[in-house]
């Protein structure tokens, strides 16, 4: 299966990152457009979609799958940002290095289990790569037992766990994995990539 990958631009992709996130349930505070580019300006990022076949109109595609991510860097002063980093320190090194945060992303529920996640994992990696990253980390938590079965399967490595002392489904899970050729050889996915300023 061929996948079709469109990379957006700051000010549409997160209006278009809004939209898809309607679709999600399990998205208890959908994120807004505003909050989306807000986060994102200034600082070197990648917002892709995987598109498909709309079901009624095959000549239609239509977002199913999104990842958002973008540079993270040792002196944040965004404060989400900064406890990041902070609870990452210990495990991941970021002097002289550049080191990828994998944001948010999903994959709408009746296209799960078509490689839509993995396609765009493996674009963000090639784009990473291509910037001169050393290093994607991702954040999720516990509760989220598909997510953290998707990011097996991507040979993403947990590299901290830090429990709730009340809800152990509300733990938090750090996991990396490094960029390098290497990793760009094991990619399975036939990707085209359409730019969409």
Known sequence: MEHVVRRYGLEQGALEVQYIEEHFSEFRHPKTADAIASRLRGRECLILMSMAPASEDDDALIPVAFKV?????????????????????????????????????????????????RALTEQQEQWAHDQ???????????????????LARLQFDVVKLQPDPDDAAASKLYLSKRIGAELLRGHRTVRTVEETR
């Open 69 to 117: 991510g973008h540079e993270l860097k040792a002196a944040e002063t965004h404060p989400d940002l900064a406890d990041l980093v902070r609870e990452l320190d210990s495990c991941v090194r970021f002097a002289e290095r550049k080191v990828f945060y994998s944001w948010i992303g999903g994959t709408r529920t009746e296209w799960r289990e078509q490689g839509h996640y």
């Open 132 to 150: 001169g990253y050393h290093e994607m980390v991702v954040k999720t938590k516990n509760r989220f037992y598909a997510m953290r079965s998707t």
